[in-house]
């Protein structure tokens, strides 16, 4: 009884939000947290009232990316509020419910999906038009507590390097996805390769054309193609949005312009 009222206020509150998107990889380190923190911050800059919800829960990276140091969350009687980035961005993280910012969070299977569907029913978004979900990557438990709770998803952006280890893994995601009947929107190869700072030549660090492959594999759009930026390393900044007018972020916006007009 409980995990249906739970599901009834999860109804509720996603209610209240025109979009969303849920962010996943088939691994680790790939850049989908990168990705989800641009894709939102771009449509929080295009004027759109939008959230990030970071449910990495054993590697909860969107406050470091957003600059938010340590929180303590506020709870009015509509449940716990996020953190305002700017004008239009709300963030919740399940790092702002660590006490230390270095501690790892030790979550096992079913208090995993407890905790995921405590987020998706207590935090108060209010309305907003659009909810970015940066999942953990991989295929888990996780994935499905949050693909499975939220109604009424538009799908799914798939984070993947050009790498074929990568890609085998986002094909099992994809077909994670397919098999919940959620639409993949589109992919995103990250990492594609490092333009070299002195002579500009581009280095294929890990590999060319994946992404393409994969596209062409399962019929699934990719999005664009992101070279590995090493202003990252000096700036301290990963808001590509910020900095540059990448292709990719005007592709994935033209996708979701294009859900809006559904
Ligand atoms: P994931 O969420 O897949 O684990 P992250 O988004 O945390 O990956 O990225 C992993 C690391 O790679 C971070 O340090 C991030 O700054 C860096 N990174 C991601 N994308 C790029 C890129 N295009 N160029 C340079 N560094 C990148």
């Known amino acids: 009884l409980a995990y249906m009222q739970q599901d009834i206020i999860i109804t509720k509150r996603m209610d209240q939000i025109k979009h969303k998107i849920a962010v996943m990889s088939g691994k680790g380190g790939v850049g989908k947290s990168t990705m989800a923190v641009n894709i939102a911050a771009s449509f929080a800059k295009k004027g759109y009232k939008t959230g990030i919800l970071d449910v990495d829960i054993h590697g909860p990276n969107v406050p470091k990316m957003l600059k938010i140091g340590k929180t303590d969350l506020k709870v009015n009687e509509e449940g716990i509020l996020p953190v305002k980035v700017g004008e239009n961005l709300k963030v919740m993280s399940s790092q702002f419910l660590l006490s230390d910012e270095n501690s790892p969070i030790i979550w096992r299977g079913p208090k995993k999906t407890a905790a995921i569907r405590q987020f998706l029913s207590d935090v108060s978004w209010g309305n907003l038009d659009i ?4 999942c953990p990557p991989g295929t888990g438990d996780e994935h499905l507590a949050i693909l499975q709770s939220i109604p009424s998803i538009d799908g799914i952006i798939m984070v993947t390097t050009p790498h074929t280890v ?7 995601s994809i077909n ?6 959620i639409e993949v929107l589109g992919i995103v190869e990250n990492m594609s390769g490092l333009i070299c700072p002195e002579c500009e030549t581009e280095i294929p660090l890990f590999g060319r054309g994946g992404g393409s492959e994969i596209s062409s594999k399962t019929g699934i759009p ?11 390393e000096k700036e301290d900044d990963v ?12 592709n994935i916006l033209k996708v979701v312009t294009k859900i809006e007009k559904q």
Request: proline residues 2%; aromatic residues 2%; hydrophobic residues 40%.
């Open 222 to 232: 990719l999005l664009g193609s992101i070279p590995i930026d090493i202003r990252f």
């Open 131 to 134: 909810l970015v979900i940066d």
């Open 176 to 181: 994670m996805a397919r098999h919940l009947k």
């Open 239 to 250: 808001l590509l949005v910020e900095n540059s007018n990448s292709e990719t972020s005007k």
């Open 166 to 172: 990568s890609l085998d893994d986002v094909e099992k």
